[in-house]
């Protein structure tokens, strides 16, 4: 899992990832976003305190982290990392 390595990314990014926190974790129900450091992802909690959906911090397909709170594909595989129609569609519960 941790093995991956990513593509590096320039300094301005790295730089703000220290400040602001390494990595994004989102609700798949609401688009509720967090951000995290990877030491501190045992406190990610893994339901939204909004709407009881599926807070999601890697992707399903390939377990890659996600860089940013807008990111809607995996960096990595390409896979939907989370439904396109939160930003404006209908808010639907996320479950299996
Ligand atoms: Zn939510
Ligand atoms: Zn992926």
């Known amino acids: 899992m941790e093995a991956r390595k990513r593509p ?4 301005i990014q790295e730089e703000r990832r220290k400040t602001l926190g390494d990595w994004v974790a989102f609700c798949v129900g609401c688009g509720f976003t967090l951000r995290y450091f990877v030491e501190l992802e045992g406190e990610i909690p893994p339901t939204c305190p909004g709407c009881n959906g ?3 911090h890697l ?3 390939c377990d890659a982290r996600f860089p940013s709170a807008f990111l809607v594909e995996c960096e990595e ?5 989370r439904p396109n129609q939160i930003f404006g569609g209908p808010i639907r519960k996320a479950g299996k």
Do not use: I
């Open 8 to 11: 590096r990314r320039n300094w």
């Open 59 to 61: 992707c399903p397909q």
């Open 77 to 81: 595989c390409g896979t939907a990392v």
């Open 54 to 56: 599926e807070v999601r």
